[in-house]
């Protein structure tokens, strides 16, 4: 069945929050405008489908709770986000407390299940990559993913990470060197 | 940027993840399915006057209180100190005046000897 895409017109939906009796259809509206992006942003850091939609779930069933709190003063895209961010943090963050995971180890836990995982669909030079991305700091690696395969621009991230379009600029800029060395030295 | 050409000619933009067949098409409906109902948000209480103030009263008492405990224990310290100067001289003057006593008295250290053992005697032969 084919799905009538909704033309989503972020004021109209900001109104209908507002009142109690439509709030509910104006968050589905958000969902189905915001999820695939916010999915990929997700997937790109825990690697597993599985892990990626528990994620995204738990993201919007947070900014469901805290819609009252959302002001308008930000774009819904960069609340969301941050939630999402947060989410993916927490969720690294446990991790490597439950498997006491080295973060500088190629083959650690999520790279390594990549060779045979059923949603990967990599070659080598993918899988390396994806290596060497484990190897960035976790917000390093947001930043790459954001830019590289979003191409989101610098003010929009800043936003998101409330850190300087300056930092976000070295920030990227380091990652790419450091992806290009692996690279360079393993292909 | 020459690194990032670099990574792009060799890597590209192409996705290597996927994702379950409809799962976006689907992904709405399902998480709408589960979402709870929102809880009831507190009501927000109205600013008045006091809701102003409320911290500076309570910054003002605690000051208050602090104040009088200081003075509570140094009044303490101080009436420790008296009583402990009160009873040294109490000592001293009883001390003074048992002197003075036998001073005019004229007896010598033997005749209050027995003075004081007289005394003693006396009371034992009461008893």
């Known amino acids: 069945m084919e799905k009538h895409p909704k033309i989503y017109n972020e004021d109209e939906v900001l109104k209908l929050l507002q009142n109690e009796e439509t709030q509910r259809e104006a968050f589905s509206l958000i969902v189905d405008r915001y999820s695939e992006q916010l999915y990929w942003q997700i997937r790109r850091m825990v690697l597993s489908h599985d892990d990626a939609n528990d994620i995204l779930q738990e993201t919007f069933i947070k900014a469901w709770t805290n819609i009252d709190y959302f002001r308008g003063d930000a774009k819904m895209s960069t609340w969301l986000y941050r939630i999402a961010l947060n989410e993916c943090l927490t969720f690294l963050n446990k991790q490597k407390a439950q498997n006491k995971v080295n973060i500088d180890d190629p083959d650690a836990r999520g790279v390594y299940q990549l060779e045979g995982d059923s949603f990967f669909n990599g070659e080598k030079a993918q899988l390396l990559l994806q290596k060497a991305l484990k190897l960035l700091p976790e917000k390093q690696r947001m930043v790459f993913n954001m830019k590289y395969y979003q191409e989101m621009k610098y003010e929009d991230m800043s936003e998101i990470f409330g850190t300087t379009v300056g930092a976000l600029k070295v920030s990227y800029f380091h990652a790419v060197k450091k992806i290009q060395k692996i690279l360079e030295d393993n292909l | ?127």
């Open chain 2, 1 to 127: 940027m020459k690194e990032e050409d670099d990574i792009l000619r060799k890597i590209g933009k192409e996705n290597p993840f996927k994702v379950p067949d409809g799962y976006f098409d689907n992904f709405t409906s399902g998480l709408m399915e589960i979402l709870p109902e929102k809880p009831d948000m507190p009501k927000k209480k109205p600013i008045t006057t006091w809701t102003k103030i409320q911290p500076w009263v309570y910054m003002a008492a605690m000051f208050i209180g602090a104040a009088l405990f200081i003075r509570v224990v140094s009044f303490t310290e101080n009436e420790k100190a008296r009583k402990a100067k009160s009873t040294a001289e109490t000592e001293l003057t009883q001390e003074k005046y048992v002197q003075n006593v036998v001073e005019s008295s004229r007896m010598d250290d033997y005749q209050l000897y027995e003075f004081l053992t007289d005394a003693n005697q006396t009371s034992e032969n009461r008893e």
